[in-house]
């Protein structure tokens, strides 16, 4: 079935009604975000191939920032230009952000983060199944060969034994480029390392006065080179809010971290909440706004290259060997919240009807989120 003509408005508000839902819907950190993306506008509405997916999800993890956040960024620049990026970015981040708000008022008015275990209690085990299946069809198109196949194996290995996952990132894009072009090895050595980042650990004797301008500028600088994991965010929102600058306690740093991972949408929302802390609605909207900007400006930026790198056979097996270490990536990820997820016969049975639904039926991934939370919430009333 073919795809009818839309204009460009009835692009961008097609783009505004998904990322907005996922914005809501959105559990589980990147790997689940991006499963999700895939299971919305590869398989359902069929708007870009699996290849063209992965391309993206590999230029993602070439750049700093939020992976999933510019994801919904590149998918919105390749259904609608410039505006497009625009839209899909801002509505994938304003429900999150909105949330996170919240969350931020409820703990400076009462001292405590409102519990929310029962509603992931139901929402995990989806997240696993949607992961799952979105891992199962992009492998089949990333695997091309023993070579690769055994470089995925290989990062998957490493990574569940604690290496970094920048280095394996370099790694997996490094290993298949030479295995591709053997024929080209004289002359091209020169290897790259990721870029290490060291923070100061000195503690400040007082706190420094807060400004707004000095919040927004050190989420801008956070946003503009952070890699990595939340454990990576974690260590730059220390170093600079609890050591350096004497804004907050650790203890009110962890809380932030924690809202971060169990609200929906992007976990960059944790300087949404610092920045209502320390600042209100102001600080909330200024250091939201600093900490995603540079996402924006890295994909336009990089977007308009992906085509290139597919027309250079070095950068092509390069954008190879990344797309096949993000999926190994993605599931050792998946694996780590399996074995949190899936706890005892409810979660198993969630889990396992949400991978038949999935395979068997066009049902939608972010629906069956809504039906765990829904599942969670019950079985907190029912207690």
């Given at each position: 079935?073919?795809?009818?003509?839309?204009?460009?408005?009835?692009r961008l508000?097609e783009?505004?009604?998904?990322?907005?839902?996922?914005?809501?819907?959105?559990?589980?950190?990147?790997a689940?975000?991006?499963?999700?993306?895939?299971?919305?506008?590869?398989?359902?509405?069929?708007?870009?191939?699996?290849?063209?997916?992965?391309?993206?999800?590999?230029?993602?993890?070439?750049?700093?920032g939020?992976?999933?956040?510019?994801?919904?960024?590149?998918?919105?620049?390749?259904?609608?230009?410039?505006?497009?990026?625009?839209?899909?970015?801002?509505?994938?981040?304003?429900?999150?952000?909105?949330i996170?708000?919240?969350?931020?008022?409820?703990?400076?008015?009462?001292?405590?983060?409102?519990?929310?275990?029962?509603?992931?209690?139901?929402?995990?085990?989806?997240?696993?199944?949607?992961?799952?299946?979105?891992?199962?069809?992009?492998?089949?198109?990333?695997?091309?060969?023993?070579?690769?196949?055994?470089?995925?194996?290989?990062?998957?290995?490493?990574?569940?034994?604690?290496?970094h996952?920048?280095?394996?990132?370099?790694a997996?894009?490094?290993?298949?480029?030479?295995?591709?072009?053997?024929?080209?090895?004289?002359?091209?050595?020169?290897?790259?390392?990721?870029?290490?980042?060291?923070?100061?650990?000195?503690?400040?004797?007082?706190?420094a006065?807060?400004?707004?301008?000095?919040?927004?500028?050190?989420?801008?600088k956070?946003?503009?080179?952070?890699?990595?994991?939340?454990?990576?965010?974690?260590a730059?929102?220390?170093?600079?809010?609890?050591?350096?600058?004497?804004?907050?306690s650790?203890?009110?740093?962890?809380?932030?971290?924690?809202v971060?991972?169990?609200t929906?949408?992007?976990?960059?929302?944790?300087?949404?909440?610092?920045?209502?802390?320390?600042?209100?609605?102001?600080?909330?909207?200024?250091?939201?706004?600093?900490?995603?900007?540079?996402?924006?400006?890295?994909?336009?930026?990089?977007?308009?290259f992906?085509?290139?790198?597919?027309?250079?056979?070095?950068?092509?097996?390069?954008?190879?060997?990344?797309?096949?270490?993000?999926?190994?990536?993605?599931?050792?990820?998946?694996?780590?919240?399996?074995?949190?997820?899936?706890?005892?016969v409810?979660?198993?049975?969630?889990?396992?009807?949400?991978?038949?639904?999935?395979?068997?039926?066009?049902?939608?991934?972010?629906?069956?989120?809504?039906?765990?939370?829904?599942?969670?919430?019950?079985?907190?009333?029912?207690?």
């Amino acid at each position: 079935m073919t795809e009818e003509p839309l204009t460009a408005g009835g692009r961008l508000t097609e783009l505004a009604a998904l990322f907005l839902r996922l914005g809501i819907l959105g559990f589980g950190g990147p790997a689940a975000h991006i499963a999700m993306m895939r299971d919305e506008v590869v398989r359902r509405r069929r708007w870009m191939t699996d290849q063209a997916f992965l391309d993206l999800v590999g230029a993602t993890n070439l750049i700093p920032g939020p992976n999933s956040t510019e994801m919904a960024i590149h998918i919105g620049y390749a259904r609608a230009g410039w505006r497009g990026l625009l839209v899909a970015g801002t509505c994938f981040i304003i429900p999150a952000m909105v949330i996170v708000m919240a969350f931020a008022w409820a703990y400076a008015t009462y001292g405590t983060v409102p519990e929310a275990v029962s509603l992931l209690y139901g929402i995990k085990p989806v997240i696993i199944a949607v992961v799952a299946q979105a891992l199962w069809a992009l492998g089949r198109t990333a695997i091309r060969g023993w070579r690769s196949a055994a470089v995925g194996v290989a990062i998957l290995a490493l990574f569940l034994a604690g290496v970094h996952e920048l280095v394996l990132l370099a790694a997996g894009g490094l290993a298949v480029m030479l295995m591709v072009n053997t024929r080209h090895l004289r002359g091209s050595a020169a290897g790259f390392a990721p870029t290490a980042l060291w923070t100061s650990a000195a503690a400040i004797a007082a706190p420094a006065p807060f400004a707004l301008s000095t919040l927004t500028l050190v989420f801008l600088k956070i946003g503009a080179v952070l890699y990595g994991s939340g454990y990576v965010l974690l260590a730059f929102l220390r170093a600079d809010f609890v050591l350096r600058l004497g804004w907050l306690s650790d203890r009110q740093l962890l809380d932030a971290i924690a809202v971060g991972q169990f609200t929906p949408g992007p976990v960059f929302t944790t300087a949404t909440f610092i920045g209502y802390l320390l600042g209100g609605v102001r600080g909330a909207v200024a250091a939201t706004v600093a900490i995603f900007f540079p996402a924006f400006v890295f994909v336009a930026v990089s977007h308009p290259f992906i085509p290139r790198l597919r027309r250079s056979p070095w950068a092509n097996a390069l954008l190879d060997g990344i797309n096949v270490a993000s999926l190994a990536l993605m599931a050792g990820v998946t694996w780590q919240l399996g074995r949190v997820a899936v706890t005892d016969v409810t979660t198993a049975a969630l889990a396992l009807a949400s991978v038949v639904l999935l395979v068997r039926t066009p049902v939608n991934s972010a629906w069956l989120v809504a039906t765990g939370a829904a599942i969670g919430l019950a079985r907190l009333w029912l207690r």
